[in-house]
C-alpha cells in the first residue's frame, strides 16, 4: 500500500500504489462524492478500458503494456485515473516506468513539478496519459528489432528454432494489438468529451494522443501482417525440407530394392549362374554395382536428383 501526493499552486496529483481497503476510504473520506462502483473498480484485478462521467469528475481506466520476460509476453497493465477540477488521482501497480518516473521528477524537481501541475488538472491528465501512450512506440520498436532477426534466420537450417521464435512473437504482437485498440476508444471519446472538468481546448491535444493511437495500432497491424507472412514462408520452408529428405530417402530404399532382392536369391541353396565361379563374389558385386550406377543415372536423367 503506498498513497503519495505532490501538490503545487492548486493542483494535487495523488498517486496510489497497490491499492487496498484502507487507501479506498483514505480516498472516499477525502472525496466523498466518488461512486462506490468506481472505488469498486480500482481494487478489482482487472478491469476493462472505459470512461466514466460524472457530475464532478471523471473516472478513466486504461491499459498498457508491460514486458512479461518469463512467458515473453507483454501484459496489460492498468491505470485508474480521478480527474476534477483541481486534482488528478492514478490508481496502479507501479510497474509502469512512466508514471512512477513522472511522480518522482515531480518530487525531486521543483521546474518539473511547476511544468507538470502548474497549468492545471487538466494538462497533468493529458500529460501524463500522453507519457504513456508515447511509452508504447519504443516496446514497438523492440517487436521491429525481433521480426528483423526472425527475417535474417528465416532461412537458416534450424527450423525448430525459427518456429519458436514465430509463435512466441505472433502471442506477443496479438497481445500488444489487443492493448492499442482497447484505448483508442476511450481517447476518441475524451476528444468529443463534452463535460464541465474537461476545457474546450483539451479536444485538440485528446486528438494528437488518438493519432498516436493510431499509429502504434497501424504498427502492430503490420508486424502481425509479417509474422503471418513469415509463418507461412515457415511452413513452406519446412515442407519442401521435409520432402528433400522423403526423396532422398525414397531413391535410397529404390536401389536398395534390387540390390535386396539380388542378394536374398543368391541366399538360396539352389544352383544360380556363376554360384560355382571362382570369383562368385566380384561377379555379383559388380553386377550390384552396376544396377546402382545405372539406377542412379536414371534418376539423374528424369531430373529426381
Known amino acids: 500500500m503506498t498513497a503519495r501526493t505532490i501538490t503545487h499552486a492548486s493542483t494535487a496529483w495523488i498517486d496510489i500504489i497497490h491499492p487496498a481497503a484502507a487507501d479506498v476510504e483514505s480516498l472516499h473520506a477525502r472525496f ?44 496489460p ?34 521546474e518539473a513539478r511547476r511544468e507538470l501541475l502548474g497549468q492545471g488538472a487538466n494538462h497533468l491528465f493529458h500529460a501524463l ?12 520498436n523492440k517487436v521491429d528489432r525481433r521480426v528483423h532477426a526472425i527475417e535474417d534466420a528465416l ?9 519458436q521464435e514465430l509463435a512466441l512473437l505472433r502471442r506477443d504482437i496479438i497481445s500488444l494489438r489487443r492493448i492499442i485498440r482497447g484505448q483508442i476508444p476511450i481517447i476518441l471519446q475524451l476528444e468529443t468529451c463534452d463535460h464541465p472538468i474537461l476545457h474546450e ?13 493510431f499509429k502504434l495500432r497501424d504498427i502492430a497491424d503490420e508486424n502481425f501482417e509479417i509474422i503471418n507472412s513469415f509463418a507461412d514462408t515457415a511452413d513452406t520452408l519446412a515442407g519442401y525440407r521435409i520432402n528433400e529428405v522423403m526423396r532422398i530417402l525414397t531413391v535410397i530404399s529404390v536401389i536398395m530394392l534390387p540390390l535386396t532382392l ?7 541353396n539352389i544352383n544360380l549362374p556363376f554360384a560355382d565361379a571362382p570369383h562368385a563374389f566380384i561377379i555379383t558385386a ?12 536414371w534418376f ?6
Open 32 to 75: 466523498p462524492g466518488f461512486h462506490p462502483l468506481n472505488l469498486e473498480d480500482i481494487v478489482s484485478p482487472i478491469e476493462r478500458p472505459k470512461l466514466d462521467q460524472d457530475d464532478d469528475y471523471l473516472f478513466l481506466v486504461m491499459h498498457f503494456p508491460l514486458w512479461d520476460s518469463r512467458d515473453e509476453l507483454s501484459r
Open 155 to 163: 532461412f537458416e537450417s534450424n527450423a525448430r528454432r525459427v518456429i
Open 129 to 140: 496519459i500522453d507519457q504513456l501512450v508515447d511509452y508504447i512506440f519504443p516496446i514497438l
Open 201 to 213: 481546448h483539451m479536444e485538440e491535444y485528446f486528438g494528437d494522443i488518438a493519432d498516436h493511437l
Open 77 to 110: 497493465s492498468e491505470v485508474d485515473f480521478f480527474l476534477g477540477p483541481d486534482y488528478v488521482v492514478t490508481v496502479h501497480n507501479g510497474a509502469l516506468k512512466p508514471l512512477a518516473a513522472a511522480f518522482e521528477r515531480c518530487q525531486t524537481d521543483a
Open 300 to 305: 539423374r536423367k528424369r531430373h529426381w536428383l
Open 262 to 268: 539380388i542378394s536374398s536369391i543368391y541366399g538360396m
Open 286 to 297: 559388380a553386377i550390384m554395382i552396376l544396377i546402382v550406377i545405372l539406377m542412379l543415372a
